[in-house]
């Protein structure tokens, strides 16, 4: 792994923003409030939510530093950071959003295993780099492989850092060759996020971001591609990360009985207020973001203040108070939209936001019926209360 260490203790650290609420120390997992998550379309890296399995690797050469692919290919490769920077730069505008997002509410129904998270484990950047079907066009496997051609071959990307769960292993993941290879997937090795080089957090000098899948593909920190004849057999593509009916738990779980979880489905949250708030009565503004997944955008959001018994349909924006002009009809392909609707309250109520996809894709009403062992995807419709009083105002 020339160019890059990883650390197996905690003694380097990168210096994180104060504001982030930290869910686990060692290895650093940690959130944004949920009011900053909505005051910017684009996330601010130092408040980009931090998912790691393992101290965070250096960068001591990054002249040294290459990407070795091989695997099911004539010759492998040594792939530079001169070479990456050669293929033309895409800017990608996508959100980043782990699979145990809104986990913490679904501990409530019963316990589940996997590190707390409220609503805001994601963020929106604007990724820059290479497209990865360009990189593997240097390797000489052309662009829009279909499925009828590649099978089961899957692309794999195997990081440095030391991950508890694989033994002090890598951390690794793959995603099918078919969808490596169009250009169209978007599938970045970015060296840039919001316009700067990645920070150590996020994956320096380079990482993987798959558009419209769950965070845990996207690889930080990555030293090897590997093209194979199947999935990963790695910890966190075979045993995390897929999601069970509510009737599995770990007595009777067999994880070879269920697929990698790949896309992520339609998701929306409330950021304006906590789970529970005090409000003055009168009009409210509820604002909010909206996701799904597989480069399926945000249709529709509605918002009740009577328990799910009315609905009001909620308005998109950029920057608060500034509507949403699209002036493409892709622009949040793989983006998050934020969502405002004012209401008026005038006692105490439950508040619910649920989002519809362009698919028609709605999300489940209650998150008892989504409830599985790990905590993954929880999408149900979001809800919060408020109290009408005085204090706190
Ligand atoms: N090498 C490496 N890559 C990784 C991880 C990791 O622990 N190690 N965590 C994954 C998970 S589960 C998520 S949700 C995202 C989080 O990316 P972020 O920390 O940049 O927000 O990175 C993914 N890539
Ligand atoms: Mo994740």
Same mark, same amino acid.
Request: aromatic share 8%.
């Given at each position: 792994?020339?160019?890059?260490?990883?650390?197996?203790?905690?003694?380097?650290?990168?210096?994180?923003?104060?504001?982030?609420?930290?869910?686990?120390?060692?290895?650093?997992?940690?959130?944004?409030?949920?009011?900053?998550?909505?005051?910017?379309?684009?996330?601010?890296?130092?408040?980009?939510?931090?998912?790691?399995?393992?101290?965070?690797?250096?960068?001591?050469?990054?002249?040294?530093?290459?990407?070795?692919?091989?695997?099911?290919?004539?010759?492998?490769?040594?792939?530079?950071?001169?070479?990456?920077?050669?293929?033309?730069?895409?800017?990608?505008?996508?959100?980043?959003?782990?699979?145990?997002?809104?986990?913490?509410?679904?501990?409530?129904?019963?316990?589940?295993?996997? /590190?707390?998270?409220?609503?805001?484990?994601?963020?929106?950047?604007?990724?820059?780099?290479?497209?990865?079907?360009?990189?593997?066009?240097?390797?000489?496997?052309?662009?829009?492989?279909?499925?009828?051609?590649?099978?089961?071959?899957? !692309?794999?990307?195997?990081?440095?850092?030391?991950?508890?769960?694989?033994?002090?292993?890598?951390?690794?993941?793959?995603?099918?060759?078919?969808?490596?290879?169009?250009?169209?997937?978007?599938?970045?090795?970015?060296?840039?996020?919001?316009?700067?080089?990645?920070?150590?957090?996020?994956?320096?000098?380079?990482? =993987? /971001?798959?558009?419209?899948?769950?965070?845990?593909?996207? =690889?930080?920190?990555?030293?090897?591609?590997?093209?194979?004849?199947?999935?990963?057999?790695?910890?966190?593509?075979?045993?995390?990360?897929?999601?069970?009916?509510?009737?599995?738990?770990?007595?009777?779980?067999?994880?070879?009985?269920?697929?990698?979880?790949?896309?992520?489905?339609?998701?929306?949250?409330?950021?304006?207020?906590?789970? !529970?708030?005090?409000?003055?009565?009168?009009?409210?503004?509820?604002?909010?973001?909206?996701?799904?997944?597989?480069?399926?955008?945000?249709?529709?959001?509605? =918002?009740? !203040?009577?328990?799910?018994?009315?609905?009001?349909?909620?308005?998109?924006?950029?920057?608060?108070?500034?509507?949403?002009?699209?002036?493409?009809?892709?622009?949040?392909?793989?983006?998050?939209?934020?969502?405002?609707?004012?209401?008026?309250?005038?006692?105490?109520?439950q508040i619910i936001a649920k989002a519809v996809d362009?698919?028609?894709?709605?999300?489940?009403?209650?998150?008892?019926?989504?409830?599985?062992?790990?905590?993954?995807?929880?999408?149900?419709?979001?809800? !919060?209360?408020?109290?009408?009083?005085?204090?706190?105002m």
């Amino acid at each position: 792994m020339p160019g890059l260490t990883a650390p197996s203790d905690y003694c380097r650290e990168p210096l994180r923003h104060p504001c982030l609420k930290i869910n686990s120390k060692e290895p650093f997992n940690a959130e944004p409030p949920r009011s900053a998550l909505i005051s910017s379309y684009v996330t601010p890296v130092d408040l980009f939510y931090k998912r790691n399995h393992g101290p965070i690797p250096l960068v001591d050469d990054i002249d040294r530093y290459c990407v070795t692919i091989r695997g099911l290919i004539e010759n492998s490769k040594d792939l530079f950071m001169e070479d990456v920077r050669k293929l033309p730069k895409y800017n990608v505008t996508a959100t980043l959003q782990c699979a145990g997002n809104r986990r913490t509410a679904m501990c409530k129904t019963k316990t589940v295993r996997g /590190v707390g998270w409220d609503v805001s484990a994601l963020g929106n950047a604007i990724w820059g780099g290479a497209k990865l079907a360009d990189v593997l066009e240097l390797v000489g496997i052309p662009k829009n492989t279909s499925v009828t051609k590649s099978g089961r071959k899957h !692309v794999e990307f195997v990081s440095i850092d030391k991950c508890k769960e694989e033994k002090g292993g890598p951390y690794k993941a793959s995603i099918a060759l078919s969808q490596a290879t169009n250009p169209d997937a978007d599938v970045l090795l970015a060296y840039e996020m919001n316009g700067e080089p990645l920070n150590r957090d996020h994956g320096y000098p380079l990482r =993987v /971001v798959v558009p419209g899948v769950i965070g845990a593909r996207s =690889v930080k920190w990555l030293d090897a591609i590997n093209i194979i004849a199947e999935e990963c057999q790695g910890f966190f593509m075979q045993k995390d990360y897929k999601m069970f009916p509510p009737s599995v738990d770990w007595d009777n779980i067999n994880w070879d009985s269920r697929r990698p979880l790949i896309d992520f489905p339609v998701q929306c949250a409330i950021c304006s207020l906590e789970d !529970v708030d005090v409000i003055k009565p009168g009009k409210i503004k509820i604002t909010g973001y909206a996701v799904s997944g597989g480069g399926r955008g945000i249709e529709r959001v509605d =918002v009740s !203040v009577d328990g799910g018994k009315n609905w009001l349909e909620a308005s998109r924006y950029q920057q608060t108070g500034i509507p949403y002009i699209a002036d493409d009809m892709n622009c949040d392909k793989w983006a998050w939209v934020l969502f405002e609707v004012i209401v008026d309250v005038s006692h105490n109520a439950q508040i619910i936001a649920k989002a519809v996809d362009s698919a028609a894709n709605v999300q489940p009403e209650n998150v008892e019926t989504i409830w599985n062992l790990r905590g993954v995807l929880n999408t149900s419709w979001h809800r !919060v209360h408020v109290q009408i009083g005085h204090s706190n105002m």
